[in-house]
């Protein structure tokens, strides 16, 4: 059974970094991608990064290109998301998600399996 576990949520003023990391139990082989969503209330879950199983990374949500950056270590099945120059905009709860095979997009309904999230709070 895959368990994703979030870490490293916080509070930060605007122009901060938060680094966040995503621990993964139960994949039995090395066919999983993964990926970061986020959710503010009152609007839809919103795709902001994603690694297929190859290490190769999809293209980011635009909101995020060139503040954020996601990596992986297939060792040790971690998934991290660098967030560099943070906004208030980006406020919201961050989930890990992953899925297994070809990862055809940044789409929730392309992930199986989720994370509890971890919150990220940036005030002005």
């Known amino acids: 059974q895959v368990h994703l576990v979030e870490s490293g949520g916080g509070s930060v003023q605007a122009g901060g970094s938060l680094r966040l990391s995503c621990a993964a139990s139960?994949?039995?082989?090395?066919?999983?991608?993964m990926g970061w969503f986020r959710q503010a209330p009152g609007k839809g879950r919103e795709g902001v990064a994603a690694v297929r199983s190859s290490g190769k990374v999809i293209p980011y949500a635009d909101s995020v290109k060139g503040r954020f950056t996601v990596s992986r270590d297939n060792a040790k099945n971690i998934l991290y998301l660098q967030m560099n120059s943070l906004k208030p905009e980006d406020s919201a709860m961050y989930y890990c998600a992953a899925g297994r095979g070809m990862l055809s997009g940044l789409l929730p309904t392309n992930f199986v399996y989720w994370g509890q999230g971890t919150q990220v709070t940036v005030s002005s």
């Open positions: 139960g994949f039995t082989d090395n066919s999983y991608y």
